[in-house]
């Protein structure tokens, strides 16, 4: 069975400061795939980065980071100078190899970025 | 750029109501899927589609039905509408392999049984 653990239900911060969502994920399978999704006020989930198992690269975007370690098991997200529009519900989610897996979503961390 | 698109974005019906939920793709993916989303459960999901005609149940299959006539087209199905499933409901579509295997999720329509 795919488990996805989002420890941290709500996160409130003041504008520029970074912040870390934690994602922690179990599964059997040896290739997997790891999503975040970002889903705003208006609702629609938003796909933000796709990780493969076998890439343990981290990666970086503009403001927002990932760090993969299969060793914890973990793919954080940082978002570094953090702004108000960055204020929504983060989903960390797990996908299996096969064609035929579905996604596994975490219960979501929601970020609040104060002016 | 993908476009998964629901047929609404608000539902109000009675219980006991059949109620339908449209959803369509436009990016030829093989793959889709409904969700309901509630307040602190996350997403779960309801029933998947991998093919025309075909359907998988999800986690939370009771009380819900689909179907899949087209491979843009899924459909889910409250037969008998009750207050336990007033909720957001989720449509997306991906990609059955390959890289592309993130999905696309739709606006999401939030449905009220009273």
């Known amino acids: 069975a795919q488990k996805v653990t989002q420890a941290q239900t709500e996160i409130s911060v003041v504008e520029k400061e970074d912040v870390t969502l934690d994602c922690v994920y179990e599964?059997?399978?040896?290739?997997?795939?790891l999503f975040w999704y970002k889903q705003p006020p208006s609702g629609e989930l938003v796909f933000l980065i796709r990780r493969n198992s076998f890439d343990e690269q981290n990666e970086i975007s503009g403001r927002y980071s990932w760090n993969f370690q299969k060793s914890t098991s973990s793919f954080n997200f940082t978002i570094t100078a953090s702004q108000v529009v960055d204020s929504a519900v983060y989903f960390c989610?797990?996908?299996?190899?096969?064609?035929?897996?579905?996604?596994?979503f975490g219960k979501g961390t929601m970020l609040l970025v104060s002016p | 750029d993908v476009k998964v698109t629901q047929s609404s974005r608000y539902l109000v019906k009675r219980t006991g109501e059949k109620v339908f939920l449209e959803c369509v793709q436009d990016?030829?993916?093989?793959?889709m899927f409904w969700y309901r989303q509630d307040p602190g459960l996350g997403l779960r999901l309801i029933y998947f589609s991998y093919d025309v005609k075909m359907k998988e149940k999800g986690d939370i299959p009771e009380g819900y039905s689909v179907s899949r006539e087209k491979k843009e087209r899924f459909s889910l199905i409250l037969e008998s509408a009750s207050t336990n499933q007033t909720s957001m409901y989720l449509c997306?579509?991906?990609?059955?392999?390959?890289?592309?295997?993130?999905?696309?999720f739709g606006p999401g329509t939030r449905l009220t049984v009273l």
């Open positions: 989610a797990l996908r299996g190899g096969s064609g035929y897996s579905t996604l596994t």
């Open positions: 990016m030829d993916h093989e793959n």
């Open positions: 599964t059997r399978d040896t290739t997997y795939y």
């Open positions: 997306a579509s991906s990609f059955l392999v390959g890289t592309g295997v993130e999905q696309f």
